[in-house]
């Protein structure tokens, strides 16, 4: 698995690369780096003891410099996590919510899950307009599509159970990078420019993220005062810092102003929750995933046990029929997750079923081999989700690895930061059903498993996951990317396992994604050579080619030295790996 194939008509992304690695950001993460692994590892990042990859360099190397302070993958994972809160702020956060999955040097593995929850006063109508009739503005784009934030707690747990340096230690990083500033990356100044219109009505998010409505050029410092002073709050008081005094107090007010429904109650009620991670085998690898309420990890094992019965190296990785088996198997996984998951503090789900060798059988035997099979509506309808939230992974010296997704949601989440407080409140509540019923082809869903209730956690896709093999650690992988997330970390492990890429090579591999509604492959642009695309088309499929599909900041293990290989992915302009 440590050697890389020849085979790289699927490397779209070469040119990408090689302008990113001009940028300061990229040189900067590759400063720690010694040779990298191969030809084809061309940007992968090694060392002996520990490595931190995520979407921001910055944020990596504080990460890094923990581990190197004798913090374990843990204490780097909540470092980072908050850096990147400071330095990538379209999806890092401490407003939003995600998943941290955790394998022991032991082989013991565990979940943190911060997945935001509805406030007390939430129902399943709470997104209709006063006519009554869904409203996708409510739904995404206002107040009441804030979820109460589940960051802080989820970093804290993690902390008290598994964490070995001092809090303060962990925070500090991320409130000096607030308070003093960083220079402005190329990624983020654009990204910022791009959000700006859409923060005009929120006075407190121009002010945090521009200069007076101006937009930062690259290189400038770039501060945010306000907040540093949260930060420095979760600093000094922990969990407490956020969700109880000045911090609840900003957003109940700011919640009470735009007319959304968390309030201070909610925010001290806040819990998040260790769970027993989903588990699965794949050629004899072990897939360590998350539990709902992602779905990620289940639809994730679910298609590595369709795949088992395959010979899909012998097909090729470009081959009509490799992509004819991944988009059929994807197709069955992602009916699965529509019908059954959610929120299993709310909800009963076949997991044992859905995750079993047996059944996947029985759906290789509904696979027809040269054939789309169809995807029909009346079974049941997708909602949307946003491809912006964010991974990171990490590995420490003892070989204790964390891999984590967060995300507000959408870019940036609702775009409301919380005045006084300066931080952005997420849109999560997006990723509930929207209205009792209303299932139709344009996409909705009102399926009763993913409707909002009152302190209930909304469907994810998020699908943070750890590789081990024979007892030790093989690799560390996930994605952002909405429901994408769990195809591209499906690919990755594909490319690994079945066509002995090292990492770099399978993080930069073109990627796509079929998610049974509407019934389309999505390929990444000059993903697919135009024979196979036509040979896809013949069999029925709807082939559509264009844009970008996650970015898959992973770590694998050589199994011969030990170095952590870090792989961040060229998708994300400011991303970087960093190890010592
Ligand atoms: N908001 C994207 C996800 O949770 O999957």
Known sequence: MASTTASARRRFLAPVLAALLTLPGAAAALQAQTPAASAADHAAVRARHGMVVSA??????VGRDVLRDGGNAVDAAIATAFALAVTYPTAGNIGGGGFMVIRFPDGRATTIDFREKAPLAASPDMFEDSTGAYSAKIHHKSYRSVGVPGTVAGLALAHEKYGSLPWRRLVQPAVTLAADGFDMPPGLARSLAAVLPAMRPYPASVAAYSKNGTPYAVGERFQQPQLARTLARIRDQGRDGFYKGETARLIAEEM??????????????YQAKEREPVRG?????????????????VALIEMLNILE??????????????VHTLVEAMRRAFLDRARYLADPDFEQMPLERLTSKAYAAELRKTMLPDKASPSEPAQVAQAYESPQTTHFSVVDGNGMAVSVTYTLEQGYGVKIVVPGAGFLLNNEMGDFNGKPGLTDSTGLIGTTPNLARPEKRMLSSMTPTILA?????????GSPGGRTIINTVLQVILNLVDF????????????????????????EANGLPPATVQALEGMGYRVRLGGRQGTAHSIQIDPVTGDRIGAADPRDADAGAAGW
């Open 56 to 61: 921001s360099a910055i944020a990596s190397r």
């Open 469 to 477: 093999k024979d007892g030790k650690l093989v690799a560390v992988v």
């Open 281 to 297: 085998t794949y050629r004899g690898y072990e897939i360590i995933s998350m539990p709902p309420p992602s779905s990620g990890g």
């Open 309 to 322: 019965g395959y010979d899909l190296k012998a097909m090729g990785h470009d081959s009509p029929a490799y």
């Open 500 to 523: 002995d890429m090292g990492i770099q090579q399978a993080v930069d591999a073109a990627r796509l994604h079929h998610q049974w509604l509407p019934d389309r492959v999505d390929v």
């Open 256 to 269: 009470r102003r735009g007319g959304g429904l968390i309030t201070e109650e909610d925010l001290a009620r």
